[in-house]
């Protein structure tokens, strides 16, 4: 079982309080170990993939589609003798039948016009009794998480897709409910082996913060190099720096917002996130 110390020390400069829950949910779900075989299903820019070399023996492997995500998985990766990165689509893994022991699929389904179709791809080459870890956002997400959507989709039924103000719709195709995620899920042919749903309180407007502002002038270079480092979720120093550098003053405000935050929220509730592991039927 992987120490619940290391994965706090891991997201410890994560300002997305919801992300720090996703990587705890991949890994008690998951639990990497030597003799796994792991892949990373839209791996984006190496995140999971340097998570779970730093604290297992797994392998693990990264499926990703965007060459320059690709790019900047293997630049983060390069410590850790970075693992095979694969540049291909969900639809049609280039890997044989039931090749990974787990996979990690989180934050992805949402950017796929036909989710079912990839889950069911990922299933192929899934060993039975394999396991996914699916995350994704909450249709029913709280209103201060991204008041601006929430106030769009209340009043006029419409959204902010793209753009500095796009908010948890940024690049999403689709945002989920539980019914539609188990659909999805279950269409593939897999069996629902967990269900969770987190974050429901929030410093107000916390994604356009730390995804319309913060993440585009840290990809920028346009922060100062302790704040940079205080910012960058590739950094697993666990080290913040200084308690007055402004990034963790607003790290600690996040946090004590996030204080009453449940790893499982009652059903019902609004959540920015909801998971399910997902299980390869043995036949």
């Known amino acids: 079982m992987t120490n619940p110390d290391i994965?706090?020390?891991?997201?410890?400069?994560?300002?997305?309080?919801?992300?720090?829950?996703?990587?705890?949910?991949?890994?008690?779900?998951?639990?990497?170990?030597a003799g796994d075989r792991i892949l990373d299903a839209g791996c984006g820019r190496?995140?999971?993939?340097?998570?779970?070399?730093?604290?297992?023996?797994a392998s693990i492997v990264g499926l990703e589609l965007e060459l320059p995500f690709l790019r900047t998985a293997k630049h983060a990766l390069t410590e850790f003798q970075y693992p095979p990165l694969v540049n291909a689509s969900l639809y049609d893994p280039p890997f044989p039948n039931a090749t990974f022991d787990k996979i990690v699929l989180s934050e992805v389904l949402e950017h796929v016009p036909d989710d079912a179709g990839a889950l069911g791809s990922l299933s192929r080459i899934l060993k039975?009794?394999?396991?996914?870890?699916?995350t994704v956002p909450n249709a029913n997400y709280p209103f201060w998480w991204d008041p601006i959507n929430k106030s769009l989709e209340t009043l006029f039924q419409t959204h902010i897709q793209r753009g500095p103000l796009a908010g948890i719709w940024a690049n999403h195709m689709r945002l989920y409910s539980p019914e539609q995620l188990r659909d999805s899920v279950?269409?593939?042919?897999?069996?629902?082996?967990?269900?969770?749903?987190?974050?429901h309180h929030?410093?107000?407007f916390i994604h356009n913060i730390v995804y319309g502002f913060?993440?585009?002038?840290?990809?920028?270079?346009?922060?100062?190099?302790?704040?940079?480092?205080?910012?960058?979720?590739h950094n697993l120093s666990g080290k913040r720096g200084s308690v007055l550098n402004p990034v963790n003053l607003?790290?600690?405000?996040?946090?004590?917002?996030?204080?009453?935050?449940?790893?499982?929220?009652?059903?019902?509730?609004?959540?920015?996130?909801?998971?399910?592991?997902?299980?390869?039927?043995?036949?």
């Open 7 to 33: 994965i706090a020390h891991m997201v410890r400069n994560e300002a997305d309080m919801s992300y720090r829950k996703r990587v705890q949910t991949v890994f008690e779900w998951l639990q990497p170990q």
């Open 46 to 57: 190496g995140f999971y993939l340097k998570f779970v070399r730093y604290a297992s023996d």
């Open 128 to 134: 039975p009794g394999g396991l996914i870890a699916i």
């Open 186 to 199: 279950t269409s593939a042919g897999l069996e629902i082996a967990g269900e969770r749903a987190f974050t």
């Open 202 to 204: 929030s410093f107000p």
């Open 214 to 233: 913060g993440k585009t002038v840290l990809e920028a270079g346009m922060l100062p190099k302790d704040m940079a480092s205080a910012a960058d979720r």
């Open 250 to 283: 607003g790290l600690s405000i996040f946090e004590w917002y996030d204080r009453n935050n449940a790893m499982d929220e009652p059903p019902g509730r609004s959540t920015v996130n909801l998971c399910i592991l997902a299980r390869k039927p043995v036949r």
